[in-house]
């Protein structure tokens, strides 16, 4: 079942990922470079920490978006970076509210917090979010070439993640009475265990200066994560593009990602399936690899014949630059 990229490049946000090493990278840019030939404003966002994007089109592109060719701007986020970016604003926040007595203990809570598990995928979750907040304002399209089960199913939890975050930290200084009002007022029916209805209802007006402050630095983050959520789970917005090859390991993961997905109720655009043999390759090696190949291919038509899908053959030559790239997109499209 084939389908139409071109109308998956009339939505306002793509997420091209698969396993490592299948070509998603340059799946993702070709696409952007084509959608950015059709006159559409383009932002590509790798959270690859490989750099991937900067050896595809042979240039340095760094945390900033990065003019690449007409329509066409780029970034690439890196973990490191973005995870002391993350804690400084926290604790730049968090600062105005804790008093002297507390500021060393929320700096150790914060160091603690950076080498703790999933610190760098927080930190890159919300930088994401940020940029699907404001970046479809000034973008017609923004595509993320990212690996789906990871960084996508942390995003659809964060609202619960940093409802929970936030209750610990206030809770653990010396005013949990009445910073423990604030959190109240934070969550839908006062109750942390609902944190996704959105926070713009909640009412602050028994609260001191301070506390109203506090209440809407933690509601603005707590709407951010809504609007994320609500976003991600908006068909007529939002895909998600899978890029595996007709091996095993690629066939059997984005099998599970797609299902983990379509639980959570996030629309599957497709497959495309990377790196296909073409059917007169000779010689006893090429012969057993292509029986191979068609078996992994029938693999791929059992498991996840459902969705559409495009095949391309594998390339000649590796695919660096725009021109490449804009050759291999027709490859893709047509």
């Given at each position: 079942m084939t389908f139409d990229l071109h109308a998956l490049l009339r939505q306002k946000v793509v997420w091209v990922g698969g396993k490592g090493g299948v070509g998603k990278t340059t799946v993702s840019a070709a696409l952007a470079v084509y959608a950015a030939s059709e006159g559409r404003r383009i932002l590509l966002v790798s959270t690859d920490p490989a750099h991937s994007l900067?050896?595809?089109?042979?240039?340095?592109?760094?945390?900033?978006?990065?003019?690449?060719?007409?329509?066409?701007?780029v970034l690439e986020l890196d973990p490191e970076k973005e995870v002391d970016a993350y804690l400084d604003r926290v604790l730049s926040q968090m600062r105005r509210f804790a008093g002297p007595d507390q500021v060393n203990e929320l700096q150790r809570h914060l160091r603690l917090s950076r080498l703790s598990p999933g610190a760098q995928e927080a930190a890159l979750l919300e930088r994401i979010a940020q940029l699907l907040d404001t970046g479809l304002n000034e973008y017609d399209l923004i595509i993320f070439d990212t690996a789906p089960t990871g960084h996508t199913l942390r995003l659809l939890s964060l609202p619960e993640v940093m409802a929970a975050w936030s209750d610990g930290l206030l809770k653990h200084n010396q005013r949990s009475e009445q910073l423990g009002k604030v959190l109240a007022h934070l969550s839908p029916g006062r109750d942390l265990n609902n944190p996704l209805k959105s926070p713009q209802e909640q009412q602050h007006a028994d609260l001191d200066d301070r506390g109203q402050q506090l209440a809407a630095t933690l509601a603005a983050r707590q709407s951010l994560f809504h609007r994320t959520r609500r976003l991600l789970h908006d068909a007529s917005a939002v895909s998600f593009l899978f890029v595996l090859t007709p091996e095993r390991l690629p066939v059997l993961e984005t099998e599970r990602a797609v299902n983990s997905l379509v639980d959570i109720g996030v629309n599957i655009a497709g497959l495309i399936v990377n790196r296909v043999l073409p059917d007169h390759l000779e010689g006893g090696f090429w012969h057993n690899h292509l029986q191979r190949q068609q078996q992994y291919l029938a693999e791929i038509e059992r498991r996840l014949g459902h969705l559409p899908q495009k095949q391309l053959q594998l390339q000649e030559q590796e695919i660096q630059g725009v021109n490449a790239l804009a050759d291999f997109a027709q490859q893709i499209l047509h």
């Open positions: 900067s050896d595809v089109f042979g240039r340095s592109i760094g945390s900033q978006p990065v003019h690449i060719t007409e329509n066409l701007y």
